[in-house]
């Protein structure tokens, strides 16, 4: 069992104490850390006894351990998957060589770059989720939210020890700034655009957690691929957290479209609005949103930047080593549809050129798995909807798409005519406020807002009726 250093203030498995510099700087950004999270974090519930799951070792049996916690004390470790032996580069031009165990020089940039974007996303969702606390659906699902929070701040503790002590004063400033940017600031944004989307109640959480934190998992399964070891084996170990996110999230819109299905069947022909139900039109747009949001997370469909990342060995695919036997990528090229002048043509693009795309391709896979898991709800209680996920042309910001006006089938079409159908596919004013409407605090032992199912059973075999968080 890998040893874990809980004498010190920060919770470890990388033999914290035998670097006494590192530890210096990480205790000085830690109470920066809880400014932050005390100012920007959930708000009001620093004081509440919440039942969560901390990573006491990395261990299968050791990292989910439950128990009351109050979330300022939270233990934010560093914990990396064990060294798996002599590990080696698993793709691009260093294929086969030696795993880095340091910066390799040549590279730093990048590899700053790319752990410092990681990195941002991981408080933004933090920050973009402040406020939900207040009007949880149940007591379950206000366990769920500080959950993933406190979650996605040990991943920000995981990326600001890669900076501190592998990229010296310039990885300090980083973490620094780390603390600095706000979602939806205008002056000083987070780095990517879903992360300074409002979150401003729970479908658009869920969707949140199914769709944004979905794009994290497929970002750290290529970071995970990294040649850089230290960077690899953080991942890894986050991945192992980010599924409960997603379970979060799946089941979330799930259980909306439940009671909704359960109110269109209890009284046929009318407007669920009527029953506090949301209808499961509004759920789409819904999915239409921050699907596509999220799908620009990805980057353009060909991109040096992320041929130059695969190149070096820093990020590969998503399963690089499982599912691949050219790990170099060089011949063989990648069918991409381009846009340019207002036409649609298929391109072969060199695969390292493509690696944006690729990725993209395994998350719309994934996605499409959760929606027939929606799919399969209404078909159970027989109703004749369908959700479907939007064609990964619709509203993009980013790449080539950006360019044009697409609808939910990926076909182009004219500003005006994207104008006056865009409130078809997208939430509007009023069907947002009805949403909000709908966000009353619900928090008795067992009970689920009007809007929601309770999940069919709870956390760590507790029960549903558990009380999750003590108010
Ligand atoms: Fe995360
Ligand atoms: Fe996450």
Redesign the pocket.
């Known amino acids: 069992m890998t040893s874990i250093d809980y004498s010190s203030k920060i919770p470890n498995n990388v033999d914290l104490s035998s670097d006494k510099r590192l530890q210096r700087a990480l205790e000085s950004w830690q109470p920066d850390y809880l400014d932050w999270w005390n100012s920007v974090g959930p708000t009001d519930f620093n004081a509440n006894d919440i039942y969560l799951r901390t990573a006491v070792s990395v261990e299968r049996d050791g990292w989910a351990h439950f128990d009351y916690v109050k979330m300022p004390d939270y233990r934010w470790g560093i914990f990396l998957t064990p060294h798996e032996g002599d590990r080696k580069i698993g793709f691009g031009d260093h294929f086969g060589e030696d795993a880095w165990q340091t910066v390799p020089g040549e590279y730093r940039n990048s590899l700053r770059r790319l752990i410092v974007t990681q990195a941002d996303t991981e408080p933004a ?1 933090v920050e973009q989720q402040r406020l939900l606390g207040h009007t949880a659906p149940s007591l379950y699902d206000l366990r769920n939210l500080f959950q ?1 929070n406190v ?2 701040g040990r ?1 920000l503790w995981a990326m600001v020890y890669l900076l501190h002590s592998y990229f010296g004063r310039d990885g300090r400033e980083e973490a620094d700034e780390l603390l600095e940017r706000r979602s939806g600031n205008p002056d000083h944004p987070r780095i990517l655009g879903t992360f300074n989307e409002p979150c401003e109640e729970w479908l658009s959480f869920f969707c949140f ?1 199914m769709f944004t ?1 979905r794009d ?1 998992k497929f970002q750290l399964l290529a970071l995970a691929e990294s040649g850089f070891d230290p960077l690899a084996r953080s991942c890894r170990f986050m991945l192992t ?2 599924a409960h ?1 997603l379970f979060v999230g799946q089941t979330g819109v799930g259980r909306v479209i439940q009671r909704t299905c359960e109110v269109m069947n209890e009284n046929p022909g009318k407007d669920v609005r009527e029953y506090g139900a949301i209808p499961l039109e509004i759920v789409q747009k819904y999915i239409n949103f921050w699907a596509s949001s999220s799908t620009d997370l990805y980057g353009a469909e060909v991109s040096s930047n992320s041929a130059n990342f695969f190149r070096s060995g820093l990020k590969g695919r998503a399963y690089e080593e499982k599912k691949y036997t050219d790990h170099k990528a060089l011949e063989g090229a990648y069918h991409v549809d381009r846009f340019a002048d207002g036409r649609i043509s298929r391109e072969e693009v060199p695969l390292r050129n493509a690696m944006n795309e690729i990725l993209r391709d395994e998350y719309i896979a994934d996605n499409e798995k959760g929606i027939e898991y929606w799919n399969k709800i209404c078909e159970r209680a027989g109703i004749d909807y369908r959700f479907k996920l939007p064609h990964r042309r619709f509203n993009r910001k980013i790449g080539d798409y950006a360019a044009g006006w697409f609808d939910l089938d990926g076909n182009p079409m004219d500003e005006t005519t994207w104008t006056t159908r865009a409130s078809d596919w997208l939430p509007t004013r009023e069907e947002r406020d009805y949403v909000k409407s709908l966000m009353k605090r619900c928090v008795k032992p067992g009970e689920f807002a009007g809007w929601i199912a309770p999940p069919s059973k709870g956390i760590n075999g507790q029960p549903v009726e558990f009380e999750y968080v003590k108010l």
């Open positions: 969702s993933v979650e996605e991943h957690t934190d994290g957290e980010e996110h």
